[in-house]
C-alpha cells in the first residue's frame, strides 16, 4: 500500500518490492531531500507536508532540547532530531522519528549500529539500525493514523523500549510516555500532578504550555530535579 500525502514523488519500483529495496533507494542521491518517508512492514508512507509551526515544529524542538541536555550533555549517548534514518529488519520497517536518542551502552552492546556512508568518507553515517533507546513522534494533520496506529506496535516489534507520543492540536495536550513490556508497549499512567516516568531516562516528565500573545504558545517539557 501506498499512503501519498499532498505531493507525490517518484518512487523507484526496487523500493517498494521490500525493505532492502527500500534502504538501497533511502541513501541513494535520488532520495527527496524534504518531506518524510517511511517503510512500514511492506507500506511506503509518503508525507510531502510541510510542518506545521506552531502545532508541531516548537513542541518537538523544546523536546529535543531538553533530551539533548539529559543525555547528551550527561554524557549518556546521543539525540537526533529530523532525517535521522531508523531501520530494524526484524520489525520490517525504516523511519525518520521526530526524535531519537540512544545511549552509548546500547551503542556497545551492539543493539544499534551505525551504517556508513555509501561515499566510504570515515565518520560518516546516514543511518541507524536496531532499536534506539527512546523515540518521540509529534503527531500532525497529515501523520495522526500513522503515529498513533501503524508505528506503536512497529516499534514494539522493532524493540525500541520507549516511545513518547504528543499531540498538541487541541485545548488539552496529549502526551504520553509508553514502556516495552512483554506484549507490547504499556502506557505509564501519571501520578496527580501529572508526571510521568519514563524508565530509559529514569526521570520523570510532563508538558506544559503557555500562551504569550493571543494564539501563540509556548511548550515546557518539566522534568524532575529542577532547579
Not at 59 to 70: F, Q, T
Not at 155 to 170: F, M, N, S, T
Not at 189 to 200: C, F, I, Q, Y
Request: glycine share 8%.
Amino acid at each position: 500500500m501506498w499512503n501519498f500525502c499532498e505531493e507525490s514523488v517518484h518512487i523507484p519500483r526496487q523500493a517498494t518490492r521490500d525493505l532492502a529495496g527500500f534502504r538501497a533507494w533511502a541513501v541513494s542521491p535520488d532520495f527527496p531531500e524534504n518531506g518524510r518517508i517511511d517503510f512500514l512492514a511492506g507500506d511506503l508512507e509518503v508525507d510531502m507536508s510541510p510542518e506545521d509551526l506552531h502545532k508541531h515544529g516548537t513542541v518537538k524542538s523544546r523536546i529535543a532540547a531538553l533530551l539533548d541536555r539529559l543525555v547528551v550533555e550527561a554524557g549518556l549517548g546521543e539525540v537526533y532530531t529530523d532525517r535521522a534514518r531508523i531501520s530494524n529488519p526484524g520489525a520490517d520497517l525504516s523511519v525518520e522519528p521526530d526524535v531519537v536518542a540512544v545511549f552509548w551502552e546500547t551503542l556497545d552492546s551492539g543493539r544499534v549500529k551505525y551504517i556508513p556512508a555509501a561515499s566510504g568518507e570515515p565518520d560518516r553515517y546516514i543511518e541507524m539500525e536496531g532499536a534506539p533507546d527512546v523515540v518521540v513522534e509529534v503527531v500532525s494533520n497529515s501523520s495522526e493514523r500513522k503515529d498513533l496506529v501503524r508505528l506503536p506496535p512497529l516499534y514494539a516489534a522493532a524493540g525500541i523500549p520507549e516511545l513518547w507520543l504528543v499531540d498538541v492540536r487541541k485545548k488539552a495536550i496529549f502526551f504520553e510516555i509508553r514502556a516495552l513490556g512483554p506484549d507490547g508497549y504499556e502506557t505509564v499512567k501519571p501520578d496527580r500532578a501529572g508526571w510521568r516516568s519514563s524508565p530509559r531516562l529514569g526521570r520523570r516528565f510532563r508538558l506544559k504550555r503557555q500562551e504569550i500573545r493571543p494564539g501563540r504558545w509556548i511548550y515546557r517539557l518539566e522534568h524532575d530535579g529542577e532547579g
